[in-house]
């Protein structure tokens, strides 16, 4: 079943008995709707979860110029994505409330970090 996204569909998982199919979006129960989000890793500390950081630009009326900001989400990693470390480039969507701070889920990782970690 596709998510209607335009990304890879990862592998089947390797142990369907134990795999938990209701938190993802390729194979379980867990629907993707809304915003479409691109980020970098900044944080893989928690369990199934990355801290992804995205940088966008506020336009300053005063000033009539650009400003970067940035805000770090958590998202949910499916099992059936490869591990994630921090820098890797990851696409993630919005979904249903997955606990108290994650709302987004990881479907799609644009390129992975040759340092596998801090620079």
Do not use: W
């Not at 134990?18 to 979006?25: A, I, K």
């Amino acid at each position: 079943m596709a998510i209607g996204l335009d990304v890879p569909r990862p592998p089947e998982p390797d142990n369907p008995e134990d795999y938990d199919y209701e938190t993802c979006p390729f194979y379980g129960e867990l629907s993707v709707r809304g915003q479409v989000i691109e980020g970098e890793v900044v944080s893989t500390d928690m369990d199934r979860t990355v801290v992804v950081e995205r940088e966008y630009d506020v336009k300053v009326p005063k000033y009539d110029r650009q400003m970067k900001r940035r805000s770090r989400i958590p998202a949910h990693t499916p099992e059936v994505l490869e591990p994630l470390s921090v820098g890797d480039d990851v696409k993630i969507a919005e979904t249903r409330p997955l606990s108290k701070t994650k709302h987004h889920v990881v479907v799609s990782v644009a390129s992975v970090d040759e340092n596998g970690g801090d620079a």
